[in-house]
């Protein structure tokens, strides 16, 4: 008796992949993840990173202790907006200076299409205010207009932005920026008053 091994079922070498049948791998596997990666960005929480919406921008600038500030410091009235449209958002409120006489205020928008606008003001140099906010080009005026029954000068910063300037009781007060002239106007017809209160 005679045993004879079984016979070996044949082997199956791997062939390597040509270039082109990788290359369509990796499209493959790469196609799956960006569909996965859109599905999340499109319908998970994470969209916001690339649809934000009205409540994902920053909160507007709450300027009235800057106001206050510049009154305690001044003891002088500072002039700030009222009454701005809902479209326009306040992004900036500061004070600058280090004594009354050089002390001031600024606060800024974002108004609509992107643009800003931003009201300057002290009670100390204005001729300065004017200089450090427009440029050498401040310095000269081009003509005046008259907005909410106030005369204001009409300057031109060196970026060739328009800009308003009012000096009224020793306060010097500048409105500037790239919105339209209609809406630094506005900006200008918004400003009242606030007095400091010891």
């Known amino acids: 008796m005679s045993a004879t091994a079984p016979e070996a079922p044949p082997t199956r070498v791997a062939r390597p992949k ?10 493959r596997s790469l196609g799956l993840m960006l569909l996965i990666l859109a599905v999340v960005m ?31 410091i001044t003891h ?4 700030t907006p009222a009454g701005l449209p809902s479209s326009w958002r306040s992004n900036a409120a500061y004070l600058t200076g280090s004594s009354a006489a050089d002390e001031r205020l600024h606060i800024g928008f974002v ?18 205010l004017i ?8 310095a000269a005026t081009a003509g005046t207009a008259t907005i909410g029954g106030v005369a204001w000068d009409v300057r031109f910063s060196d970026r060739g932005e328009m800009a308003r300037t009012w000096i009224i009781d020793g306060m010097t007060v500048v409105v500037t920026g790239d919105a339209p002239a209609a809406d630094l106007d506005r900006l200008c017809a918004s400003l009242h008053a606030v007095v400091h209160q010891d």
């Open 111 to 128: 108004t609509p299409g992107s643009h800003y606008a931003e009201v300057d003001e002290t009670a100390g140099d204005g001729a300065a």
């Open 76 to 79: 002088r009235m500072a002039f």
């Open 131 to 138: 200089a450090d906010v427009l440029g050498k080009r401040g």
């Open 42 to 72: 499109l319908l998970t929480p994470a969209r916001g990173l690339i649809f934000p919406d009205r409540n994902d921008r920053m909160p507007a600038t709450d300027w009235s202790d800057v106001v206050s500030g510049f009154g305690q």
């Open 18 to 27: 040509s270039l082109r049948e990788s290359l369509l791998d990796m499209g």
